[in-house]
């Protein structure tokens, strides 16, 4: 069947809020830390509504049929001086997600290729994103598509 990737509408709000359901669930089973169930996917998306629309990003989503099966939001960042001068603008990915009876068809893919469309268009020549350190199929689908690692992120929880 044929996907096609156009910008989210108001129309799709539902579609992406139980994709990303899918993925607070599947994080939240590889991380205590993170949060689930209904209203973690709507703060997700209306964190990433905000986010797009403050840092010049974008909501787009993959259409299969009548069914959204894929979600990416991203946004334009700027790394501080730590990092060499033509890498400091980017594009950083919020949330990425492939509805699970889909993985592993080439849509997470197609998402990463729009973002890499979308960061050379804005004059970006890295991409950013954060992935937990337990998924492996997320880790190894941006191994795929030429990501490496920048840096390690790490927390301590106090009590």
């Given amino acids: ?17 139980g994709l990303l359901l899918e993925l607070t669930s599947h994080e939240g089973s590889l991380s205590p830390q993170r949060t689930t169930g209904p209203a973690a996917a709507a703060d997700c998306l209306a964190d990433d509504t905000e986010k797009a629309a403050e840092h010049g990003g974008a909501q787009i989503v993959v259409q299969q049929g009548d069914d959204v099966v894929g979600y990416l939001a991203l946004r334009l960042g700027r ?19 492939v509805a699970a009876a889909c993985r592993g068809t080439g849509i997470g893919q197609i998402l990463l290729g729009e973002a890499e469309r979308f960061a050379r268009a804005a004059g970006c020549k890295v991409l950013h994103l954060s992935v937990l350190k ?26």
């Fill in 1 to 17: 069947m044929t996907v096609s990737l156009r910008p989210m509408q108001a129309a799709d709000r539902q579609a992406v809020l």
């Fill in 79 to 97: 790394t501080g001086p730590f990092v060499h001068e033509p890498l400091r603008d980017h594009v950083y990915i919020e949330n990425i997600v």
């Fill in 134 to 159: 337990d998924n492996e199929l997320a880790l190894n689908a941006y191994h795929r598509a030429g990501f490496e690692t920048f840096a390690v992120e790490m927390a301590k929880v106090l009590e």
